[in-house]
């Protein structure tokens, strides 16, 4: 197996010929986990503030300057697709969903479909959203897409709260090469440690980039600020 370098590919370009029109950032938003942390039920169903965890994010992303949405689904498909279906706002770009199949070997598996659905040559980058992270707010989702669009020279853009990187994080078209070839439970992460050079902090004013429910109890607490 080929394994990449520690920079990004010089040989992938975005997909924007026209320099003139904004760069085209998709939402992909993984909700195919089997929440094994989390007990009994599914957690991206759970209701924090008597909505859903992934409605809460599906809120956040249907306000977002994104172009194109795409849900992974993976567990329990038919509740999560029909919860998709039932919270996506008619007036919001049109939502996508793909089955990955094989969810239980980790979340590489869902950005590898992702990127290979949406297709490597249509969009200039992808902002993942986490359906486990509901607090995350649409004005961090758009100061990511937005230090994209101001700077794209960068491949990784992740926002900071008081120095902490947390998520959504924005891949660039230039590291969709390197995102395919992962496996297992890898993520952003292990991009960011490998292409350093490549990240872009975005500092924000949100707790909720840092917050995610693994157990039940994680319900019923506040947003620490």
């Known amino acids: 197996m080929h394994v990449p370098s520690n920079r990004a590919s010089p040989n992938r370009q975005t997909p924007s010929a026209d320099q003139h029109r904004p760069r085209r950032v998709a939402a992909l938003v993984l909700a195919a986990g089997s929440s094994s942390r989390f007990g009994e039920g599914n957690k991206l169903l759970a209701l924090r503030d008597s909505r859903p965890l992934l409605a809460h994010v599906l809120d956040a992303v249907s306000c977002s300057d994104v172009s194109d949405v795409l849900v992974v689904t993976g567990h329990d498909q038919a509740r999560i697709s029909a919860l998709c279906d039932t919270v996506w706002p008619a007036h919001a770009v049109p939502l996508l969903q793909v089955h990955n199949t094989g969810y239980s070997s980790g979340m590489a598996g869902s950005l590898v479909l992702g990127i290979s659905t949406l297709g490597v040559a249509a969009v200039d980058a992808v902002l993942v959203c986490l359906g486990d992270m509901p607090e995350a707010g649409v004005d961090t989702m758009n100061g990511v897409i937005t230090a994209f669009r101001q700077d794209p020279k960068h491949a990784l853009y992740i926002p900071t709260f008081k120095g902490q990187r947390g998520n959504p994080v924005l891949i660039a078209a230039s590291l969709f090469d390197s995102v395919l070839m ?44």
């Open 182 to 225: 992962l496996a297992g439970d890898k993520g952003a992460r292990v991009l960011a440690r490998r292409f350093p050079d490549s990240v872009v902090e975005v500092p924000c004013d949100d707790a909720g980039i840092l917050f995610d429910i693994d157990t039940p109890v994680d319900l019923q607490l506040p947003l620490d600020q």
